[in-house]
């Protein structure tokens, strides 16, 4: 099993009003059914109404982020999945629930964590 990062940036959502229910109970039913598969990890959408700021070593908080990180908002979903076709098509079913095309990654095994 892998653990894998579904996701897509808030620009890649452009969803007129009037559909944005029909949307919302469409992915709300691929997340029950990743919860049902056994396959749901986490999931949520970035507050981006709230700043973002960068924490050094030392703990000094500046307002900001990395320049490559600034357009992170969006969705995300983490699911444990057994190969990564079947992570390919989860994906398809967040990308057609959503109406907009998922990035898939998948996180390095790191067996201390």
Known sequence: MA?????????AFDVPPEDFDAVSDASRAVVAAAKAAGAWVF????????????????????EGSHPETAGMGGGYALLEIATRDEAVEWA????????????????????ES
């Open 3 to 11: 653990t894998y990062l579904i996701s897509f940036p808030s620009t």
């Open 92 to 111: 398809a079913r967040f990308a057609a629930a959503c109406r907009c095309p998922q990035e898939l990654r998948v996180f390095h095994f790191d067996p």
């Open 43 to 62: 999931g949520g959408a970035i507050d981006e109404s709230v700043a973002t700021v960068l924490v050094s070593g030392d703990g000094t908080v500046t």
